[in-house]
């Protein structure tokens, strides 16, 4: 394809991404800048002067720092020996060490008050009547939000550690270097910018996370006051303020990480230029390093049970008991026959699906300019396409929400019923979650088609070309078929994870025939009765559904899985 295709092509693409992604945020800035049309910083300032919204940041950064340093402590040494020793029953352990992605932290949250309530498991061991969450709601949110997102560190620490260069260490060693001197002299500088990558998602995530703070009622940090101040979007720019400094200190902290590790990341070759061979264990030595593999996955495998066991417990039969006193399927037949969960189930499929076309379209249109063109901006492309890991989702579904406000309030919008329909979130929010599922996903979908085209070799479009195929012709009949593995990889994490996006779905569906399953499952969490085990029961679901897609994709991308998550 010649270069004015190329540059029309890059165009259009920035013009898409612009709309959909960097206008929400260019609202939310404007929004608590400019007042009555005039710039201030009244707002912005007021945010730090409230002491609410300073504790809510505080305490924020708290949840943010505590999540990244737990997910770090045990994610670096599985990494580490993972990496080191080969040992029975490594690649099942090295799976179940991901089992955890399987469960969004929110519905996590279902199991570890069933694990560490007031009449929980815990105290029915122990014989006490301690609320330990209700005391510890700070420790409670971090260790679910760790438990959760280690497995996204291990994935970049792992990558890191396969691209060190294994004579680096050993030219340490043959000096007379120590092991753990070695470690933190040669092998630790070369993996940090591997460990920045993996540790600004988890940061960022944990900064920003909605669902688990709002079910373990830890109402004073700043996403659950973003929320709360949803019903103040278009009489108020201080909500604008708020999501501002969200965005502001994510932006920075990423900004940072990039400037102190980007520098040190030359030293490291893309890939090693020796295979490392890891050493081989047996006998009772090969027990060793499959103690810290079953003690991690056994306990981040806990909310799950404990979701798992409510899900299939009657309701008022777990109460100040180790296990449940009668076991029923009835909850999920409930569930499954509710009619607010058939109609989200339905909802969700809708929403994903459409999202995921607009994501396939566009994900593979801009890996195709970065990996095959060589236009000026397809850098700058790629690394825009790869910013929504690093913006909070929090930020991007205020920011459509602003969107919305903007639209509804135009005439033509607010006298039309098919305009408002489209355009107010109030009325119908399909149009803005598909949008926030897309836009969310994207990098998944980037990385997945740029891998996949990278291990393919032009000459096959260049023979086509020179045949008489069409660039169409030649996407179709050649480059599609080559690398419909990675697209399907892309597919099924951009499907799977906007299924139970929580950040978009809590703040944007706002009428129960538009919830999606997550929004559904918060809603009949807070239901007395029957609501946590129905909550339960459709976790469950969500955890073999993306189950599902988390094996099918690590089948089909192998060790580049890690990838995906890097920024």
């Not at 260019?26 to 009244?42: P, R, S, Y």
């Not at 400094?245 to 030359?266: D, E, Q």
């Amino acid at each position: 394809m010649n270069a004015s295709r190329w540059y029309i092509l890059l165009a259009a693409v920035s013009a898409v991404l612009g709309a959909l992604f960097l206008l929400p945020i260019a609202l939310v800035v404007k929004g608590g800048f400019w007042v009555d049309g005039a710039f201030t910083l009244d707002y912005l300032l007021g945010v730090f002067r409230n002491p609410i919204y300073a504790e809510g940041l505080a305490n924020s950064f708290a949840i943010a720092a505590g999540t990244t340093l737990l997910a770090m402590a045990i994610a670096l040494p599985l990494a580490w020996i993972s990496h080191k020793y080969d040992f029975p029953g490594k690649a099942l352990f090295s799976a179940l060490v991901l089992v955890p992605m399987i469960l969004p932290p929110f519905v996590g949250a279902i199991g570890m008050t069933q694990l560490l309530g007031r009449y929980g498991v815990l105290n029915a061991l122990l014989g006490t009547s301690v609320d330990w969450l209700g005391q510890a709601r700070y420790a409670g949110v971090v260790a679910i939000q760790a438990l959760a997102l280690y497995p996204i560190a291990y994935l970049n620490a792992s990558a890191a550690l396969a691209n060190v260069d294994p004579a680096m260490e050993e030219a340490a060693a043959n000096l007379g270097c120590p092991g753990w001197r070695r470690f933190f002299r040669i092998t630790l500088p070369l993996i940090a910018p591997g460990l920045f990558a993996g540790g600004t998602i988890v940061f960022i995530w944990s900064f920003t996370e909605l669902g688990a703070p709002l079910m373990l009622n830890y109402t004073t940090c700043a996403s659950v006051q973003v929320f709360d101040a949803l019903k103040e979007i278009g009489s108020s720019p201080f909500p604008y303020a708020l999501v501002f400094v969200v965005l502001a200190c994510s932006t920075a902290l990423y900004a940072i990480g990039k400037l102190v590790f980007g520098r040190g990341a030359h030293a490291m070759q893309g890939k090693a230029a020796v295979t490392f061979t890891p050493t081989r264990l047996r006998g009772v030595r090969a027990l060793l390093p499959l103690a810290p593999f079953v003690l991690v996955s056994l306990t981040a495998l806990l909310p799950h049970l404990g979701v798992i066991f409510t899900s299939f417990s009657q309701p008022g039969s777990w109460y100040g008991s180790v296990l449940p006193q009668a076991f029923t399927t009835a909850n999920y037949a409930e569930a499954l026959g509710h009619d607010m969960t058939v109609l989200s189930i339905r909802n969700s499929l809708l929403f994903s699906s459409i999202a995921v076309f607009v994501n396939l379209g566009l994900g593979l249109a801009i890996a195709f300019i970065v990996v095959r063109s060589k236009v000026r901006g397809a850098a700058v492309l790629d690394a825009v396409a790869m910013i929504p890991l690093a913006v909070p989702g929090l930020v991007m579904a205020f920011g459509y929400l602003a969107i919305s406000s903007w639209l509804a309030n135009l005439g033509w919008v607010r006298d039309s019923a098919l305009w408002t329909a489209l355009f107010d979130v109030r009325v119908n929010p399909t149009l803005f979650l598909v949008t926030a599922y897309a836009v969310r996903r994207l990098p998944y979908m980037v990385r997945s088609a740029a891998a996949g085209l990278q291990q393919t070799s032009e000459t096959f479009e260049e023979a086509a070309a020179n045949l008489g195929a069409s660039p169409l012709v030649s996407l179709r009949r050649i480059t599609l078929p080559l690398i419909t593995a990675n697209l399907a990889a892309g597919v099924l994490l951009a499907f799977a994870f906007s299924m139970l996006e929580v950040s978009d779905s809590l703040m944007l569906a706002q009428q129960a025939q538009f919830y999606p399953i997550t929004k559904t499952i918060y809603e009949l969490f807070q239901l007395l009765g029957t609501g946590r085990y129905l909550a339960s029961a459709l976790g469950v679901w969500a955890m073999v559904f993306l189950t599902v897609a988390i094996l099918g994709t690590s089948l089909l991308l192998g060790r580049k899985m890690g990838a995906i998550f890097r920024v």
